[in-house]
T-cell receptor, first 114, second 112 residues
Framework: KAGVTQTPRYLIKTRGQQVTLSCSPI?????VSWYQQTPGQGLQFLFE???????NKGNFPGRFSGRQFSNSRSEMNVSTLELGDSALYLC?????????????FGPGTRLTVT | GNSVTQMEGPVTLSEEAFLTINCTYT??????LFWYVQYPGEGLQLLLK?????DKGSNKGFEATYRKETTSFHLEKGSVQVSDSAVYFC???????????FGSGTRLQVQP
């Protein structure tokens, strides 16, 4: 099976702009989660989707949003970008998103805000 | 809330040395525990997991045992290789939240 894919791999945006990142999960996986990785804060959970519904959300401002489509593909959007949003954004998929399920990560999208 | 504490790195070892990376956690209930590895420029790869007390996860020579009494999940490998050089993350997921809580990561450098 193909792994988790994320597009684009690299992005450079300017403060105030918005950005959309895309994630395609492993075939058959219905749960998609997003994480932000920065040198200062480490890996932090953004949100999790299952069957097009957001089931769980981390402690991020409303500028961060996401959605999931009927084919389980997911997008996340960040509006009004700030310098602090520069990070590696990782998407992970699992079959059902249950506690013991293995989450498989994509290669990430490296976002740089200037 | 949940938290994971890992030993600070970098950990520098010679090839074929024994590896231990300490990990302790705080969580309500009975979380599942994971070790992930991240190579430069890549995402996270699942290394091993354990879902209940006394379970031992193992993969590629790495092992970790879920110790509920000490709330620990230390990663071990008997003989490291240069190719094991990477950052290792300990993580937990509790039954209610369905979100991974990660430690800060431990960088391992293996010298030939």
């Amino acid at each position: 099976k193909a792994g988790v894919t994320q597009t684009p791999r690299y992005l450079i945006k300017t403060r105030g702009q918005q950005v959309t990142l895309s994630c395609s999960p492993i075939s058959g996986h219905r749960s998609v989660s997003w994480y932000q990785q920065t040198p200062g804060q480490g890996l932090q959970f953004l949100f999790e989707y299952f069957s097009e519904t957001q089931r769980n959300k981390g402690n991020f401002p409303g500028r961060f949003s996401g959605r999931q489509f009927s084919n389980s593909r997911s997008e996340m959007n960040v509006s009004t970008l700030e310098l602090g949003d520069s990070a590696l954004y990782l998407c992970a998929s699992s079959e059902l998103g249950q506690a013991g399920d293995e989450q498989y990560f994509g290669p990430g999208t490296r976002l740089t805000v200037t | 809330g949940n938290s994971v504490t890992q030993m600070e790195g970098p950990v520098t070892l010679s090839e074929e040395a024994f590896l231990t990376i300490n990990c302790t956690y705080t969580a309500t209930g009975y979380p599942s525990l994971f070790w992930y590895v991240q190579y430069p420029g890549e995402g996270l790869q699942l290394l091993l997991k354990a879902t209940k007390a006394d379970d031992k996860g193992s993969n590629k020579g790495f092992e970790a045992t879920y110790r509920k009494e000490t709330t620990s999940f230390h990663l071990e490998k008997g003989s490291v290789q240069v190719s094991d050089s990477a950052v290792y993350f300990c993580a937990l997921m509790d039954t209610g939240r369905r979100a991974l809580t990660f430690g800060s990561g431990t960088r391992l450098q293996v010298q030939p």
